[in-house]
């Protein structure tokens, strides 16, 4: 098991930014890929960004490319994303994920573990 803790979220205006960091306790000894997900109300869950054990690779959504980063720091169990130029419609629960293995893939029910959220207002 893996347990997840999402902070770093919370107010900002549009052109700002904002790092989410996510903590990992557990089975940290094992490689998984971490993922970012986001949830606006009313909408699906959708695929932000995902890391590799290595951090050698990375994906990202088409959406945010450009602006926001994923990295993580496997001596701290820690994975972060960057958020930069941020954007009214970036608005939503952020959701940190993981899944045992070496994949990147952006569908949500590849990853076993999720946090719990944590809001990301943007004002316009």
């Known amino acids: 098991q893996v347990q997840l803790v999402e902070s770093g979220g919370g107010l900002v205006q549009a052109g700002g930014s904002l790092r989410l960091s996510c903590a990992a306790s557990g089975r940290t000894f094992s490689p998984y890929t971490m993922g970012w997900f986001r949830q606006a109300p009313g909408k699906e869950r959708e695929f932000v960004a995902a890391?590799?054990?290595?951090?050698?690779?990375?994906n990202y959504a088409d959406s945010v490319k450009g602006r926001f980063t994923i990295s993580r720091d496997n001596a701290k169990n820690t994975v972060y994303l960057q958020m930069n130029s941020l954007k009214p419609e970036d608005t939503a629960v952020y959701y940190c994920?993981?899944?045992?293995?070496?994949?990147?893939?952006?569908?949500?029910?590849?990853?076993?573990?999720w946090g719990q959220g944590t809001q990301v207002t943007v004002s316009s």
């Open positions: 994920a993981a899944q045992l293995g070496y994949g990147l893939g952006p569908r949500a029910y590849e990853y076993e573990f």
């Open positions: 890391i590799t054990w290595s951090g050698s690779s990375t």
